[in-house]
């Protein structure tokens, strides 16, 4: 049940063309008075990075969006390992509920996920080669929009779905900062075949870790194998370019972080072709104390709305039903979008506000068993950083039903008893 009988005409234009835009545009094509466009800077529409993670919450939006079954591909993930990668001991493995009826949880190719989404995404709603360049407010007449090319264009509501480091929220926020988390990140694809000698552990997905880097392995179906190996270092004394995302980089150079490791591990690495990885400089930033501005003519999806830099392994996930839950919120209120942005805000700011909270509290938890061991060993340090459930119930992100937030949303809207 809506609340008013006739809907304005809203002119919405998604920046970025990631997972998240891509759903925003599937969901808002659905409401009836509503164009949209997706500003895409790339000149051609294709995912930087390697695998992606589907669970449960990521499978519940993507039926929603009606997605579900066009995505075919993947490797199902019943059992993750953690594991110490200098000793090979096994820390931590954890069993998923076998479900024959549910989707399994799998993990898959980015690109096999993009271009399940681009199936339904309507013709003509994508423009590529626009790179935002500033943004201006109207005041009532909307948001006027500039690119690099030269084009200007005026829409009604700005979605900005262009990652972390978001122009839309460098324009509308622009007291905001993200900073260097002293992580990088090397991933790759490669053929299952050329490794699977070297360990059946590999098969399984799964983090080797030492105290302060790890490597993951995990197939991601079609017989493709991913690897994404990280590596901390100080921030306060090694710096990032904010650019630094999917650059090609030197094998010898990514190798040289891993030497600590087992030698079927070292392997492993070297058996990537030549300039086979590609480099990500990890950035986050603080909490944001609203996800809209500009008098609710603009709205943040995803990673520009939470910048934290990949921390529970679901970003996609989250980018995909904020755009779901901003497409119900706008049919709710029949575009008035005075009124669609701070529900769209009650129901996402607080979720977000909770990861946060977690993700300080687990640091808190780290630091004080790291400081009651004195001095730790290699591996009781190794050991410290691994994340284990530890009973705290997981399950408001990783089981998330965001189709049941919002009915629980609209009873409370329509005062349901």
Known sequence: MTVNTSSRHLRVAIIGGGPGGLATAIALSKIPNVSVTIYEQASLLR??????????NTWNVL?????ADTLASGHPTWVMLNMNGQSGEELDRREKPWDTVKRPPVRTQRTKLQSALLAHVPPGVIQLSKRLTRMVDKGHDGVELHFEDGGVVAADLVVGADGIRSVVRDAAWPDYEIKFTGTTIWRTLLPWDDVKDLDPRFGITGWWHTPTTHVYFS?????LWEIASRAWQDPAIHSANKKSWGVPVDNAHVESYFTEYLPEIREALARVPPYGWREFAAFAGPELAQLTAWDNKVVLVGDSSHALSGA???G?????EDGWVLAQALAYWKNDI???LPLFDAIRLPYYSRMYAHLASEADKRATKLKALGNPTFDERVKNKIITDGGKDMSWIYQNDI???WKEWVSRLEGAP
């Open 47 to 56: 995912e930087v990075g390697a695998g992606i993670s589907i669970g449960t």
């Open 63 to 67: 039926e929603l969006l009606g997605v």
């Open 219 to 223: 197939p991601v179906g079609e017989g």
């Open 312 to 314: 529970f392994g679901s």
């Open 316 to 320: 996609a996930g989250f980018a995909m």
């Open 338 to 340: 005075s009124k669609a």
């Open 403 to 405: 189709g049941a937030v």
